[in-house]
């Protein structure tokens, strides 16, 4: 049973991230597309400015949670997923810089470079972990606990389509978020890049549950407890809902939907390799899950006593966050 209690949270705060940090790596790849000239640079570091370091706290949860709980996990997902892992760390360093020192340099030639360096830091890490996650649904050539892949292996087509659909899905979130933030002409060109780009994201999450279901073993858990259906019906919910609320200009309830659509994908993920954290592709019996996987009931238990104060803490510092700090951006008053 606590294995599964921290299977389901495992699986909650991964979405949560994906959900939270996706809008900032939105907002970041759109930068070319979207930023005409320094003050739209500048707005769209300040729609990320005051959320960034907060969302990178369910990240370091999730790996926290990963290391204690599931250390069998943690070991085989850090020798399997070295390379694209390391790359993602890098990633956040380098974008996490731009932040803290764009707006101290006045040449021209380091606030460029600097962009370049958000632009990259916010596309690889969402590219990154849709690869390694849809390699995670797919199964990973694990033997006895150890690897018998490569790297190159990693970038199969399911993953590659994976990995786009995370891009796309993020920028969709990340362009909503700049249209709830942004003065009047940076919103419009916001709302009309997230209109051009949902369709792509449409034909994409159709790509990818089709191929799912002949790449992956995802439907399995559904078709022998089809009570659980009701969860790959959230995404494809929140994905109309979304559209509809931009339609109407509602862009709040527009990003809440798209959060829902980024969750109810992960959660379809991560219910369909359950009781599994680490499919084999070579066999069920080498698959590392919540059984063999898991720390002993004792850590658990303790874990699960910490768990219980400190995410409430976390999702009330998270809720005051957004509060203060929703107002609409003033060019006089940007920071970043």
């Not at 705060?13 to 930023?35: E, Q």
């Not at 460029?112 to 690869?131: E, N, Q, R, T």
């Not at 249209?179 to 994201?201: D, F, G, H, T, V």
């Not at 527009?254 to 991560?270: D, E, K, N, Q, Y």
């Amino acid at each position: 049973m606590l294995e599964t209690i921290w299977f389901i949270l495992w699986g909650v705060l991964w979405a949560m991230y994906f959900v939270l940090d996706g809008f900032d790596f939105g907002i970041g790849t759109l930068m070319p597309f979207l930023a005409k000239n320094e003050t739209d640079r500048r707005i769209m570091y300040n729609a990320q400015g005051p959320f960034w370091d907060g969302n990178e706290v369910w990240l370091i949860t999730a790996g926290g949670v990963t290391f204690a709980a599931f250390p069998e996990v943690y070991a085989v997902m850090f020798s399997q997923l070295y390379t694209p892992l390391y790359l993602l760390l890098f990633a956040l360093i380098f974008r996490g810089v731009t932040f803290e020192f764009r707006h101290l340099s006045e040449s021209p030639t380091m606030k460029k470079f600097m962009d370049i360096c958000h632009v990259l830091g916010s596309f690889l890490p969402a590219l990154l972990l849709g690869v390694a996650f849809s390699n995670i649904f797919m199964g990973l050539p694990l033997e006895n606990g150890v690897s018998q892949g490569s790297f190159f292996g990693l970038l199969n087509p399911y993953a590659l389509a994976g990995g786009l659909l995370f891009v796309t899905a993020f920028c969709y979130h990340g362009a909503v978020w700049l249209a709830i933030k942004s003065p009047a002409s940076m919103r419009q060109r916001a709302i009309r890049a997230a209109e051009e780009i949902w369709p792509a994201l449409v034909l994409l999450a159709v790509v990818f549950l089709a191929a799912s279901a002949l790449a992956t073993d995802l439907y399995a858990n559904y078709l022998k407890y089809p009570f659980l259906l009701f969860i790959p019906m959230i995404p494809v919910a929140g994905l109309v809902l979304t559209r509809v609320a931009l339609g109407k200009r509602n862009l709040w309830q527009s990003w809440i939907f798209s959060a829902a659509t980024i969750f109810g994908t992960t959660a379809f993920g991560v219910a369909g390799i359950f009781p599994a954290l680490l499919p084999s592709s070579i066999g069920p019996e080498h698959s590392v899950t919540i059984h063999n996987g898991a720390s002993s009931p004792l850590t658990l238990q303790i874990m699960l006593g910490v768990a219980l104060v400190m995410v409430p803490a976390i999702i009330l510092y998270q809720a005051w966050v957004f509060k203060h700090f929703s107002f609409q951006i003033k060019e006089e008053e940007m920071i970043y």
